[in-house]
T-cell receptor, first 114, second 112 residues
Framework: EDKVVQSPLSLVVHEGDTVTLNCSYEVTNFRSLLWYKQEKKAPTFLFML????IEKKSGRLSSILDKKELFSILNITATQTGDSAVYLC??????????????FGKGTKLSVIP | KAGVTQTPRYLIKTRGQQVTLSCSPI?????VSWYQQTPGQGLQFLFEYFSETQRNKGNFPGRFSGRQFSNSRSEMNVSTLELGDSALYLCASSSGTVGEQYFGPGTRLTVT
């Protein structure tokens, strides 16, 4: 059973478009929700959203967390070809062992065409 | 600050062999987590170490093991390799007291 569901699975847009990527998650012991960008190899950290930080922005990227409806969105405005990547959402629960384990969604593959 | 480093970057092994992968976290970070990434299953959690202790373990067979040293460097070992172990193995570094994790470049393991 998937605990983190991302949509859409893939998306093709033109440069300059605005995109919204979605992530819904399971509620059990919610600690935080993280977004990553993965191009060729290692996922690159983008944002971490928690109960005390439900909105983050960095340049053209922004993200919000809706704890009531159990979802998060990642917005990218004025897209560029360099934004082409797989965007991963990861859920991080509280655990008795104090672990910071991440459970990832399958990702959204974004392709930006000139 | 230097990022997370993983060695080797590529490995080709034969079924039945064993392999050891290494990860050096960001300086000052005390936690290392390991993940396996495959096209079918995506990114899956293997285990997490903090101050030389395994803090959590994912749903993988006992052939997968790991350890962490006093300098926070970590190794993971896979014994009796199977074809299905072919994957990108990613190591993530964090302070251990906050949730942000930073990934290394990964080790691409191919089992033939």
């Amino acid at each position: 059973e998937d605990k983190v569901v991302q949509s859409p699975l893939s998306l093709v847009v033109h440069e300059g478009d605005t995109v919204t990527l979605n992530c819904s998650y399971e509620v059990t012991n919610f600690r935080s929700l993280l977004w990553y960008k993965q191009e060729k190899k290692a996922p690159t950290f983008l944002f971490m959203l928690t109960s005390s930080g439900i909105e983050k922005k960095s340049g053209r990227l922004s993200s919000i967390l809706d704890k009531k409806e159990l979802f998060s969105i990642l917005n990218i405005t004025a897209t560029q070809t360099g934004d082409s990547a797989v965007y991963l959402c990861a859920y991080q629960p509280y655990s008795g062992a104090g672990s910071y384990q991440l459970t990832f969604g399958k990702g959204t593959k974004l392709s930006v065409i000139p | 600050k230097a990022g997370v480093t993983q060695t080797p970057r590529y490995l080709i092994k034969t079924r039945g062999q064993q392999v050891t992968l290494s990860c050096s976290p960001i300086s000052g970070h005390r936690s290392v987590s390991w993940y396996q990434q495959t096209p079918g299953q995506g990114l899956q959690f293997l285990f997490e170490y903090f101050s030389e202790t395994q803090r959590n373990k994912g749903n993988f067979p006992g052939r997968f093991s790991g350890r962490q040293f006093s300098n926070s460097r970590s190794e993971m070992n896979v014994s009796t390799l199977e074809l299905g172990d072919s994957a990108l193995y990613l190591c993530a570094s964090s302070s251990g007291t906050v949730g942000e994790q930073y990934f290394g470049p990964g080790t691409r393991l191919t089992v033939t």
